[in-house]
């Protein structure tokens, strides 16, 4: 009798795409228990329920796994004949966003679009549009020209809502491809250099940019006015030194610090599990950010889906990076949430559906 052959333990538990798809799970989890940690004030406060915004996150979270598995299941061949159409949606989304009569203004800023009562942030689906257009873009062709004009589209759209955070990832997404495809050095720089100066000359002639990267520079300028957030987060790391103060123990979430369940969620896990424990937590996204790359360069599906893969890789890195670049003061705030942790549909969604799509790019062709 033939002896069986034996595949090694590694190969059921240990690939790219099992481990991707374990850590969303952790990740996401352990989002879920710190949306109800720094939410529960907030909730009781504002609607006498403390597990409001978890049971809408909840939901998020169910949604978010149904888009992975689509993601998943729809070949990625697919998105490069729809690429165009997703690049004008897009657009189109943005324009409405910042269209008087359809705009709705939240801290200063029109970031969201209200269709019958349901609430959704355009940019979400932008990024991957983005993604996936230049993806199909760029596997044929790198012309710097066109490359320019066709990024600087949803980037000045962006940057009229005002989204800086946003900007910077789209950014992020459009040079990383270009290089990747095979874009000359030399023009890499260039644009790179370009769009660097480009971003200061916003900065400095928005007075709304201007004053946080004031509030940056100086937090102690105006503490209970425009540094008040910064500094209360800044406590809220301070206060949670090696070990944390505990599950359930953090203080600043008690109305201290603004929106922490969305973009600023990071302080209260800090405050609560400490350093060590937020370097665990950091060290699971920096695991999430090199399987993603591991798929990339190991898919055999061809230059296409290895650029929507790099994409979306980029896409999450960018935006983890920021989030937590801004909650350790090392940047000025930007209103990016942290992907799998801060609360909201959109970005939960999206980023769920397109950790599905990383995973169809590692599957054979």
């Known amino acids: ?55 809408q996150q909840i939901l998020h979270f169910l949604l978010g796994f149904v888009a992975l598995g689509m993601g998943y299941l729809i070949p990625v061949a697919w998105w490069q004949k729809i690429s165009p159409f997703a690049y004008a949606g897009g657009v189109i989304l943005l324009l409405l966003v910042i269209t008087p009569g359809l705009r709705t203004e939240i801290n200063g800023a ?48 962006v940057m009229l809502q ?38 200061a000359l916003l900065i400095v002639i928005s007075p709304y940019r201007r004053e946080r990267i004031q509030t940056f520079l100086n937090p102690e300028s105006d503490p209970l006015g425009a540094s008040f957030h910064i500094r209360q987060i800044t406590l809220a790391l301070g206060n949670g030194g090696m070990l944390g103060q505990g599950i359930g123990k953090s203080q600043q979430k008690f109305s201290y610090i603004p929106e922490a369940s969305t973009d600023s969620i990071f302080a209260i896990v800090a405050e609560e599990v400490g350093f060590i424990g937020s370097v665990v937590i950091i060290g699971l996204f920096g695991l999430f950010i090199w399987t993603g790359y591991e798929i990339v360069t190991k898919t055999t599906q061809g230059m296409y889906a290895q650029l929507v893969g790099m994409g979306i890789v980029t896409w999450i890195t960018a935006q983890i990076s920021l989030n937590l670049a801004a909650v350790v003061a090392l940047v000025p705030l930007t209103g990016v949430p942290l992907p799998f942790f801060s609360y909201g549909g959109s970005s939960l969604v999206m980023i769920l559906f397109a950790t599905g799509v990383l995973l169809s790019v590692s599957k054979p062709p």
Do not use: N
């Open 1 to 55: 009798m033939a002896r069986r052959h034996l595949k090694p333990l590694s190969s059921y538990f240990l690939s790219p795409a099992r481990r991707l798809l374990l850590l969303t799970l952790v990740l996401s989890i352990i989002g879920l228990f710190f949306v109800f940690e720094a939410s529960v004030g907030e909730a009781l406060q504002l609607l006498g329920d403390p597990y409001h915004f978890v049971r």
């Open 110 to 157: 029109y970031r969201w679009l209200y269709l019958g009562g349901f609430g959704l942030q355009p940019i979400e689906a932008v990024k991957f549009a983005v993604c996936i257009f230049f993806a199909s873009w760029m596997s044929r062709h790198q012309r710097l020209l066109p490359f320019l004009f066709l990024t600087g589209i949803p980037m000045g759209l």
């Open 162 to 199: 005002p989204d800086l955070g946003s900007t910077i990832i789209l950014l992020s997404i459009a040079f990383t491809l270009y290089f990747v495809a095979g874009g000359e050095w030399k023009a890499f720089s260039l644009i790179s250099g370009a769009g660097i100066i480009l971003l």
